[in-house]
């Protein structure tokens, strides 16, 4: 598993954050069972920047926690035993894996919304790369049952990283 991180902010990640993302990310993968090791990327932004990103691909103008862009669509795959094959543009061939996307998280949110739900930052974070992991793996919450498909994930990986609040 590849993560690539980068911190575009002025506010301090905390200690050990990258062991905490890489195991929601880890249990993330084996959760939805992915047949391949994986590739994604990490930004963390400032409120001014999410809020630039949010308003060119979605359209809201205003900042938000964290966004997610999908490598792959899902809509290709018929059954998992395919996945692959589905796929295999996506593999990155010096590394081959599985190239999921893009994860961007404004720092200021996350510290903010830690302060207001009163929990760590490490579980906010935890609890962003969670959410933005299933947007990657092609679940979202448009409709009542697909966000509590979602939150039940969500939930459970958590609770695997211990990540509770």
């Given amino acids: 598993m ?6 575009n902010t002025t506010i301090q990640l905390p200690k050990n954050i990258k062991k905490r993302i ?11 069972q992915y047949p391949s090791a994986v590739e994604i990327s990490i930004t963390f932004v400032d409120n001014a920047e999410i809020h630039r ?16 862009f999908p490598m792959l669509n899902f ?15 996506y593999i990155n061939q010096d590394t081959e894996e599985l190239i999921l996307g893009d994860i961007v998280i404004s720092l200021d949110k996350a ?10 930052l ?3 974070i935890g609890f962003l790369v969670a959410h933005s992991m299933l947007h990657l793996m092609g679940y979202d919450h448009m409709t009542e049952k697909e966000e ?7 939930e459970k990986i958590l609770k695997v990283a211990n990540l509770t609040r």
């Fill in 2 to 7: 590849t993560i690539w991180m980068e911190n």
């Fill in 148 to 154: 509590k498909t979602m939150n039940q994930k969500q």
């Fill in 111 to 120: 510290k903010e919304q830690s302060n207001l739900y009163g929990h760590s």
């Fill in 22 to 32: 890489q195991d929601v990310i880890t249990i993330a993968i084996m959760e939805e």
């Fill in 122 to 124: 490490e579980r906010e």
């Fill in 53 to 68: 990103l949010n308003k060119e691909y979605r359209g809201i103008d205003k900042p938000t926690d964290v966004l997610s």
């Fill in 75 to 89: 809509e290709e795959v018929v059954d998992k035993s395919m996945f692959l094959e589905c796929f295999s543009e």
